[in-house]
């Protein structure tokens, strides 16, 4: 759902970015509140997670993929949907700038779609979800995986809004199409956010909220991004995804190539050229490793008020 440069019009790319940096600089000052050093290498692994499981694009109907978002996942495991917001954001920046992925000029309406609303829907179901289920920690996988799914539905429809406003494409059939195919790949963001979950309460508690003081290491948890970065990655599916797909059956899809900011950057499309697969295996790694870097060193910086 990374809209292009040449999607969206100047006064909605400015407006949205607005939004964004409003959102991200309240994030950074509520997350002093909820979010305390003890808690930097959860972030820090956390959105080098992200970043790698973005890469893995899975097949859904109608020769269209879809690819984690995350925003929930991240708002449950960081117990905070500010310090989630600032997880997203990291990832959808360093895809920007390091490997191209989302336009510059739209990276403000990225943002927004995928970590402020994605991210608040899914923190804010989940938790009217637990509630109905009683509260019971048991069903916290069941209650965040259906609201992932929904999440992206929502964030898609504040896409496709965004694409009417500018311009793009006519509401009333955008909303619908990109509502249809993100519905299908909401079902596959639940599946796993929800099983995410479940794996980490029984076999990696200490990296979910309240459990910090017993964080038993670094080393499973970073051999597996790794592995998704640079190994999983290769076995994405090629097929486009779910707002590329949505451009090219309403005829929009070339206006990405019309008007593209281009980033002087060797990793461009998660590639290194004459690399082949190695190439794409290396750029998982570095995004990742700069993903855990970034976000290790925003939370050494938030100094929370309760220290």
Known sequence: MHIPDGFISVPVAGATSLASAAALFIAFGRSEEAFGIRRAPILGLT??????????????????????????????????????????ATVLIIQAVLFADGGITALGANILNMAVV????????????????????????????????????????????????SGTAPVNIVLPTMTGVHILIGIGEGVITGSVL????????????????????????????????????????????????????????????N??????????????????QIGTSIAGLVGATACFVVAFGIAKVIKPKNA
């Open 259 to 276: 008007v593209r900011v281009i980033v002087p950057t060797p990793l461009a499309d998660y590639e290194i050229q004459g690399l082949g």
């Open 198 to 257: 479940t794996y980490l309460a029984t076999a990696r508690p200490d990296l979910l909220p309240g459990e910090e003081e017993k964080f038993r290491g670094w080393l499973v948890p970073i051999v597996s991004i790794f592995l998704v970065a640079g190994a999983l990655s290769l076995m994405a599916s090629g097929w486009p995804d779910g707002l590329e797909k949505v451009a090219e059956n309403l005829g929009f899809i070339n206006l990405a190539e």
């Open 47 to 88: 959105t080098a997670f992200i970043f790698a499981a973005q890469m893995i694009n899975f097949p859904v109907a109608g020769g269209t993929s879809g690819h984690l978002l995350g925003g929930t996942l991240a708002a449950i495991i960081l117990g905070s949907p500010w310090a989630g917001m600032l997880c997203i």
């Open 118 to 165: 994605g991210v608040w829907t899914g923190w804010i179901l989940t938790q009217t979800l637990q509630r109905l289920f009683g509260g019971s920690k048991a069903r916290l996988p069941l209650a965040a995986g259906i609201a992932a799914g929904f999440s992206v539905v929502v964030a898609a429809v504040a896409c496709a809004i965004e694409l009417a406003l």
